[in-house]
């Protein structure tokens, strides 16, 4: 009898150590998923942060670079990584970039490469005068030797070729004319005013030649001649 006793309570000690050791593993498990959770949301945490903090110090370094009037082809470079930070930065201050580089690309003579970028900045900056000055003339430049292809076309006699040159011409002048009427309505001056007039007699449109004062004017009403950083 002592001895079946004795088992018992053996048994039933083992039985409750067994089961603490139980709830002592499932409370651990369950510490240990906590730890593990709060350890990766920490990690997510100060990577964020660490993201965040290189994208202030990249723009900060763009803002001083961007001045610089030597080693353009290694401002690109950067720029264009600062770029791809974009969802760190603000609207402004990714207009910024994309009309600085814009300039870069003109600075280096890839104008080509300028224009998506000087567009990305149009379009959150529709009224800064001084991108619009720059589409404007790199359309313009792009026409000249399709001027100089039509002037050939004519004297050979070569009427489809002439045909297709001036619609060639016609589609550059009409990218070029909006870019350079907002310039124009935002800083007025006689030759560029001459060249708007010149460029509408080119494709034959007297008619925006006579409504040019009060688009002008229209136009002038909103002008940004600086981009702002933040």
């Keep these: 009898m002592r001895f079946q006793f004795y088992s018992f309570v053996v048994a039933k000690v083992n039985i409750v150590h ?15 998923k906590k730890y593990i959770i709060c350890l990766a949301l920490g990690v997510l945490s100060v990577t964020s942060f660490a993201q965040s903090t290189d994208a202030k110090q990249a723009y900060l370094d763009f803002t001083i670079y961007r001045t610089n009037e030597e080693g353009k082809a290694t401002q690109i470079t950067q720029t264009l990584a600062l770029l791809k930070l974009a969802d760190q930065l603000s609207a402004k201050q990714i ?17 080509e ?29 792009q026409s000249k030797p399709i ?19 001036y619609q ?10 909006p870019h350079l009427e907002k310039y124009q309505a935002c800083d007025p001056d006689d030759d560029t005013l ?31 001649d600086l981009l702002d950083d933040e």
């Design 18 to 32: 067994l089961d603490h050791t139980r709830k002592l593993f499932l409370y651990l498990r369950c510490t240990m």
């Design 147 to 165: 001027v100089a292809r039509m002037e050939a076309t004519t004297k050979a006699k070569d009427v489809e070729g002439n045909k297709k040159a």
């Design 113 to 141: 490469a300028a224009i998506p970028y000087y567009e990305k900045s149009v379009a959150g900056e529709p009224n800064y005068l001084v991108v619009h000055r720059a589409l404007g003339f790199i359309f313009l430049t």
């Design 95 to 111: 207009t910024n970039i994309n009309y600085h580089l814009g300039r870069m690309y003109e600075d280096v003579e890839n104008p």
């Design 168 to 177: 060639e011409y016609k589609t550059l002048i009409l990218k070029a004319i």
């Design 194 to 224: 001459k060249i708007i007039i010149d460029l509408y007699k080119s494709i034959k449109d007297t008619n925006s030649i006579n409504t040019l004062p009060a688009r002008l004017k229209q136009m002038g009403a909103k002008c940004v």
